[in-house]
C-alpha cells in the first residue's frame, strides 16, 4: 500500500508537466488501476488538481475508499477519514517537476517516455490533454492512470491546496 502511494504521490508532480510542456494547472477525473503480480487488480476513482504555481497538487479519491493526497514541494499530507488518520511526509525521490518534463521525449505523435528512478513512464496525450499514464513500478505493480472530464490551464484557488485536520484524528509521521 506505501509503495502504490508513493507511485500516486510522484504522478502528482508528473502531471503538472502535461502538454507536455505548457500546462500550468490540470484538473480532471481519474481512474487509477493498479495489476500486481499475481494479476489481482485493484481500481480507484476519483478528482485531482494540480498547478505548477507553488507546486502543488491535490488527489481526491472517492471509490472504493475515500482519502485525499496533498502535495507540495516535495511534502505530502494524506488524510483518511476511515482510518481517522493524518500522515505526513516528505519524499526525497520525488524529482524537480521542471526537470522530469524536460526530460520526457516525445516517442510518436500521441506519446511520450521519461524514466525517473529506473522507472519507464508513458504519458499518452490527446493535444493539450493527457490520455493516460502507464508504468510498473519498483515492486512490479502494473499501473494505468486514465484521465477524463479535463480541463487545463485555468486557474485553481489556491485554497482547493489547503487542508484541514480534525482534531480527533491520529497525526502520523513517515
Request: glycine share 2%.
Given at each position: 500500500?506505501?509503495?502504490?502511494?508513493?507511485?500516486?504521490?510522484?504522478l502528482?508532480?508528473?502531471?503538472?508537466?502535461?502538454?507536455?510542456?505548457?500546462?500550468?494547472?490540470?484538473?480532471?477525473?481519474?481512474?487509477?488501476?493498479i495489476?500486481?503480480?499475481?494479476?489481482?487488480?485493484?481500481?480507484?476513482?476519483?478528482?485531482?488538481?494540480?498547478?505548477?504555481?507553488?507546486?502543488?497538487?491535490?488527489?481526491?479519491?472517492?471509490?472504493?475508499?475515500?482519502?485525499?493526497?496533498?502535495?507540495?514541494?516535495?511534502?505530502?499530507?494524506?488524510?483518511?477519514?476511515e482510518?481517522?488518520?493524518?500522515?505526513?511526509?516528505k519524499?526525497?525521490?520525488?524529482p524537480?517537476?521542471?526537470?522530469?518534463?524536460?526530460?520526457?521525449?516525445q516517442?510518436?505523435?500521441?506519446?511520450?517516455?521519461?524514466?525517473?528512478?529506473?522507472?519507464?513512464?508513458t504519458?499518452?496525450?490527446?493535444?493539450?490533454?493527457?490520455?493516460?499514464?502507464v508504468?510498473?513500478?519498483?515492486i512490479?505493480?502494473?499501473?494505468?492512470?486514465?484521465?477524463?472530464?479535463?480541463k487545463?490551464?485555468?486557474?485553481?484557488?489556491?485554497?482547493?491546496?489547503?487542508?484541514?485536520?480534525?482534531?480527533?484524528?491520529?497525526?502520523?509521521?513517515?
Open positions: 500500500m506505501k509503495k502504490i502511494l508513493l507511485s500516486t504521490i510522484f502528482s508532480c508528473t502531471l503538472l508537466s502535461a502538454n507536455i510542456t505548457q500546462l500550468t494547472s490540470l484538473e480532471s477525473n481519474f481512474k487509477q488501476s495489476i500486481n503480480d499475481q494479476n489481482s487488480r485493484i481500481t480507484y476513482s476519483g478528482k485531482m488538481y494540480a498547478s505548477k504555481q507553488n507546486n502543488q497538487a491535490l488527489w481526491i479519491y472517492t471509490s472504493p475508499i475515500e482519502k485525499k493526497i496533498y502535495y507540495k514541494d516535495g511534502s505530502i499530507v494524506i488524510i483518511e477519514p482510518l481517522e488518520q493524518a500522515i505526513f511526509a519524499l526525497s525521490k520525488v524537480n517537476v521542471l526537470n522530469l518534463l524536460n526530460s520526457a521525449k516517442i510518436s505523435e500521441n506519446r511520450y517516455e521519461t524514466t525517473f528512478n529506473n522507472v519507464k513512464y504519458i499518452e496525450v490527446a493535444g493539450d490533454k493527457i490520455k493516460n499514464i508504468y510498473t513500478d519498483e512490479q505493480n502494473r499501473v494505468n492512470i486514465e484521465f477524463n472530464t479535463q487545463t490551464n485555468e486557474k485553481i484557488d489556491n485554497s482547493m491546496f489547503v487542508y484541514t485536520i480534525p482534531e480527533d484524528y491520529d497525526i502520523l509521521e513517515q
